[in-house]
């Protein structure tokens, strides 16, 4: 919980002594976000890849004070980006306390608040609430409804005497509840159309209808709404005449190129395991190429956190190997990759097709990502000393159970080893681990251009030997 911190107004009269002036949410956020552009303070950190393309968009939004819906295909960051929305708001906000709607001690909207001004006035105790508190987010599900989003009669209230007629009775919902915040529809296809129609008031007019009540709330909020492009999914789609009441249609997308990819997955992973850069650029490859494949489904998309997830199972199957061998710091190695192919394959969806072919169409993604890392990262240097190795017969051997030092002590000193880790990235005083990746990267890479053969033990040991071997 964030404290309230001391020395802000106590009263409604401290309040207004203060100077303290009302604004909308909306121009909240935009004097906020003008504050940040004039100053060059980051305005959505976190948020990798969308600096030229997606942001700017948004703050156009934000600026005309236009409600706004996302659309992309899943895992392209659009939750992220939408709470992200909410550093924009002023730290801390004053409201009337009880209140279950965030009043605004200067702009009360219900009977009951604004009553309780008029009596008391300047004495009106006043409270604060932290920004991370005015937020308010619901994944649209088909048994979403009107009363969850807006609310209901609560019958309890009713049998305690009040009177249908008394606003009171209301139970509210998520979307009042959120007043003079950022509310959040998450998959907004998913939610009945009849539902949807219940938010038609809350977009165009800002108050709420429930059941016969003649009750008008002026809410004040930013509706933010996620979705899949309406001609991408068969779950249902946004009624034409919710959809025109959005000032901004913005479309997300992946990362369009590969550094971009590489940055969020050294952002976003978190890592058991100490993970190379080049195995990170394999593996950001190989997410590329898994999107980019004809035997994938375009529409559902290939999510970012699949590229995460392949970190994070290549750092675990290091710390594994480090556990087994008594390892003290575990490095990834390019072998460790191998792993992904079979755990992640669930969170990619296959044209109807390639079905049973799922784990041989992403070894075959991943060698040619290694394939195209090691020419990238690796191509014009002499690399004769590797081949060398494996003259006349001689093999070396490495695996998810062969420790670095025994890959080191196969290997010895190697012509052109330290150009290749500088190319790397582990040319500064490379660990013992860091130098086994590198070896093993590079006697992959040696086969698989052709110049080195492969062959698998039944144990998971992996041996590199000549081509004549």
Do not use: C
């Not at 976000?33 to 990798?48: D, N």
């Not at 006043?126 to 619901?138: F, M, P, Q, V």
């Not at 695996?399 to 025994?406: C, F, I, R, S, T």
């Not at 490379?430 to 590198?438: F, Q, T």
């Amino acid at each position: 919980m964030t404290l309230e911190p001391v020395g802000l107004p106590k009263t409604l009269g401290e309040l207004r002594a203060a100077g303290h002036r009302y604004r909308t949410v909306k121009e909240e956020l935009r004097e906020n976000l003008l504050a940040r552009l004039r100053t060059g303070q980051p305005r959505f950190p976190g948020i990798v890849g969308y600096d030229a393309t997606v942001l700017p968009e948004v703050e156009r939004a934000i600026l005309a004070g236009h409600d706004m819906v996302l659309l992309g295909e899943r895992g392209q960051g659009k939750t992220r980006l939408i709470r992200s929305l909410v550093d924009l708001l002023d730290e801390w906000t004053p409201v009337i306390p009880g209140s279950e709607l965030n009043e605004h001690p200067l702009q009360p909207i219900t009977p009951s608040a604004r009553r309780a001004v008029e009596e008391v006035g300047d004495e009106l105790p006043i409270g604060w609430l932290h920004r991370s508190a005015r937020y308010g987010e619901k994944l649209a599900t088909p048994d979403t409804s009107v009363g969850d989003l807006v609310g209901d009669v609560d019958p309890i209230k009713v049998a305690q005497g009040r009177t249908l007629g008394d606003p009171d009775t209301i139970h509210f919902g998520l979307v009042p509840r959120t007043n003079r915040g950022i509310f959040a529809v998450n998959e907004l296809p998913d939610l009945a159309e009849r539902i949807q129609v219940s938010l038609l008031n809350v977009l165009e007019e800002r108050d709420i209808q429930i059941r016969g009540y003649q009750l008008r709330l002026p809410l004040d909020l930013l509706l933010v709404a996620s979705a899949n492009p309406e001609d991408y999914t068969n779950r249902g789609r946004i009624i034409t005449p919710l959809k025109d009441r959005f000032g901004a249609e913005i479309r997300t997308h992946y990362p369009l190129d590969l550094e971009l990819e590489i940055a969020l997955v050294q952002q976003e992973a978190q890592l058991v395991a100490r993970v190379p850069e080049h195995v990170v650029e394999v593996l950001a490859r190989f997410a590329r190429a898994v999107r980019e494949s004809p035997a994938v489904d375009s529409r559902s998309g290939v999510s970012a956190r699949f590229a995460i997830a392949a970190a994070e199972t290549v750092a675990a199957s290091a710390l594994r190997r480090g556990g087994l061998l008594d390892e003290a710091d575990p490095v990834a190695r390019i072998g460790d990759t191998v792993s992904v192919t079979s755990t992640l394959r669930g969170k990619v969806e296959f044209e109807s097709g390639e079905e049973g072919r799922e784990v041989e169409i992403l070894s075959h993604l991943l060698r040619q990502a290694t394939a195209e890392t090691f020419r990238a990262r690796l191509a014009g240097l002499d690399l004769s000393g590797f081949i060398n190795l494996v003259a006349e017969g001689e093999i070396v051997e490495t695996g998810e159970l062969v420790g670095a030092d025994e890959v080191l002590r196969q290997v010895g000193t190697v012509p052109g080893l330290a150009k290749v880790l500088e190319r790397l990235g582990l040319g500064d005083a490379p660990s013992r681990g860091e130098a086994a990746a590198g070896i093993e990267f590079t006697l992959e890479g040696l086969h698989l251009t052709r110049r080195m053969s492969k062959a698998q033990t039944d144990e998971g040991r992996t041996l590199y030997g000549s081509r004549e071997a």
